[in-house]
């Protein structure tokens, strides 16, 4: 589900490998893709942290479940902090404002 986010985020293949086994070597070792928000700068910095939660190399990294996937969308979604990432209380603030 993360690596589609991304595509349709970034409108992009996420690897250009071709070769099945390219692809499957690929994944099989660490790797960064590139930044969402380098490529669309207004894209909010949240979605992306939803987005690379997702896919992140080491599973202790990843959420647990796809019901805490929804859980953080549906926050973002209702601008919301989320629990991928932590927020100031300056944030928080602006956000209850």
């Known amino acids: 589900m993360g ?10 293949p996420a690897y ?4 099945r086994q390219q ?23 949240d979605l992306e942290t939803i987005v690379f939660k997702c896919i992140a190399y080491e599973p202790g990294s990843r959420y647990s479940s796809a019901g805490a996937v929804v859980t953080d969308l549906q926050a973002f979604l209702e601008d919301r902090p989320i629990q991928a990432r932590q927020v100031s209380s300056v944030e928080r603030f602006w956000r209850w404002c």
């Open 3 to 12: 690596l589609t986010l991304y595509e349709l985020l970034s409108v992009a």
């Open 16 to 19: 250009e490998e071709r070769d």
């Open 23 to 45: 692809l499957i070597a690929r994944k099989l070792t660490p790797h960064e893709l590139p930044s969402l928000r380098k490529q669309s700068p207004k894209l909010p910095r």
